[in-house]
């Protein structure tokens, strides 16, 4: 009796191993385009399959923050053939400041790369829709490549995957800024990544002293509202709140400054400001 899967990735991996073009999703009983038959089309149906072979090509970039189930770029806007710095981007204050520190260099192009719940179109922990993301794209005039992550898909297979849609990464760009267990993960989960590619990691902030952090936000005019809270805050921070010097300077000494250990994260309305030709 052959194994009957129960979790579609599975069910899917094994009708492609059996050449067929259809397979039956355990959780709902609908029958399935495996990329082997959409391959067999020929081409993109613009319909945000599943298992999309061809980067859904055919649909409207406007419709792929809402349906595309696979790494995708998600404004028109597209990286050079030349060498780009990858910043992998939440959306919040530190994204933003990692930018910034990125144009102030002046080294290269950058191209934004954001990770979203396939099936929610949310940004973990920030807790925003994917929409907010691509209006941030769209108004910095920046590539924005969207990687929606699926139960299941490992997380660093789905981020080779959308790295194969950029012509050549220089360096991958975090926003971190002096948690050193999340600087190792880094290491530990990119390194071997980059090294295939002949790209580093880099991290402008690391180590930079939150006043000169907080000066260069303010110095971009642009507003940061708290998006999510954690329990560590829950009663001093609340969704809505601006991210400025005040709410700093009534935060106690148990709560990071800048949230660092989770306990809240922002969105950078970068739209408010003019936009930058």
């Known amino acids: 009796?052959?194994?009957?899967?129960?979790?579609?990735?599975?069910?899917?991996?094994?009708?492609?191993?059996?050449?067929?073009?259809?397979?039956?999703?355990?959780?709902?009983?609908?029958h399935v385009f495996t990329s082997l038959g959409l391959e067999r089309r020929g081409n993109c149906c613009g319909s945000g399959c599943r298992h999309c072979p061809f980067q859904h090509d055919s649909m409207?970039?406007?419709?792929?923050?809402?349906?595309?189930?696979?790494?995708?770029?998600l404004t028109d806007a597209r990286p050079p053939d030349n060498?780009?710095?990858?910043?992998?981007?939440?959306?919040?204050?530190?994204?933003?400041?990692?930018?910034?520190?990125?144009?102030?260099?002046?080294?290269?192009?950058?191209?934004?790369?954001?990770?979203?719940?396939?099936?929610?179109?949310?940004v973990a922990h920030q807790d925003v829709r994917l929409n907010q993301i691509v209006r941030q794209a769209e108004h910095l005039?920046?590539?924005?490549?969207?990687?929606?992550?699926?139960?299941?898909?490992?997380y660093v297979d789905r981020i080779h995957e959308a790295v194969g849609l950029v012509p050549r990464v220089a360096r991958?760009?975090?926003?971190?800024?002096?948690?050193?267990?999340?600087?190792?993960?880094?290491?530990?989960?990119?390194?071997?990544?980059?090294?295939?590619?002949?790209?580093?990691?880099?991290?402008?902030?690391?180590?930079?002293?939150?006043q000169e952090l907080i000066a260069d936000l303010e110095a971009s005019g642009v507003p940061c509202e708290v998006s999510a809270v954690t329990e560590p805050a829950e009663g001093v921070v609340e969704v809505g709140d601006w991210?400025?010097?005040?709410?700093i300077e009534r935060l106690p000494d148990r709560i990071d400054p800048f949230g660092?250990?989770?306990e809240f994260h922002t969105l950078a309305k970068v739209w408010r400001r003019p936009r930058e030709e």
């Open 1 to 30: 009796m052959s194994h009957r899967p129960t979790d579609w990735r599975e069910a899917h991996r094994q009708a492609v191993e059996l050449g067929e073009s259809h397979y039956t999703d355990p959780d709902t009983g609908l």
């Open 60 to 73: 409207e970039v406007g419709r792929r923050a809402t349906w595309a189930q696979q790494p995708v770029w």
């Open 83 to 122: 060498p780009v710095d990858l910043l992998f981007w939440s959306g919040g204050k530190d994204s933003l400041l990692a930018y910034r520190a990125l144009v102030r260099e002046g080294v290269r192009p950058a191209a934004l790369l954001t990770t979203f719940d396939a099936a929610t179109r949310v």
């Open 141 to 154: 005039g920046v590539p924005l490549l969207g990687v929606p992550l699926h139960p299941g898909h490992p």
């Open 172 to 210: 991958f760009v975090f926003g971190d800024l002096h948690l050193e267990h999340i600087r190792e993960w880094r290491d530990t989960t990119f390194r071997d990544l980059a090294d295939e590619l002949g790209a580093t990691l880099h991290f402008p902030l690391w180590g930079v002293p939150y």
């Open 243 to 247: 991210f400025d010097r005040e709410m």
């Open 260 to 262: 660092e250990n989770g």
